[in-house]
Nanobody
Framework: QVQLVESGGGLAQAGGSLRLSCAAS????????MGWFRQAPGKEREFVAA????????SYGESVKGRFTISRDSSKDTIYLQMNSLKPEDTAVYYC??????????WGQGTQVTVSS
């Protein structure tokens, strides 16, 4: 497993932008596929975006397509989530996660994103 630490959350206005970062502590980070998930109060965890270990294959949840961009910088052992055109419904705790196999088995502690209308 790899230790993950998210940062960059905070308060934004609707229509604004935020960039989340997720720093990994393992030298094997480059082997991990990474993802972003979010969970709003009273709701189930939702898939946001994922990127494979080489950065070639990327996928997004339907609710964020065209607004969010996932990327990775393996030289810094970090992934990013650029969030544009934010909506109040994007308010949630955002988690990054990593996997080598089929299951995400490394999770960060989460960072709060709040979007005001």
């Amino acid at each position: 497993q790899v230790q993950l630490v998210e940062s960059g959350g905070g308060l934004a206005q609707a229509g604004g932008s935020l960039r989340l970062s997720c720093a990994a502590s393992s030298s094997t980070f480059s082997r991990y596929a990474m993802g972003w998930f979010r969970q709003a109060p009273g709701k189930e965890r939702e898939f946001v975006a994922a990127i494979d270990w080489r950065g070639r294959y990327i996928s997004y949840g339907e609710s964020v397509k065209g607004r969010f961009t996932i990327s990775r910088d393996s030289s810094k052992d970090t992934i990013y989530l650029q969030m544009n055109s934010l909506k109040p419904e994007d308010t949630a705790v955002y988690y990054c996660a990593g996997r080598i196999g089929n299951t995400y088995d490394s999770w960060g502690q989460g960072t709060q994103v709040t979007v005001s209308s």
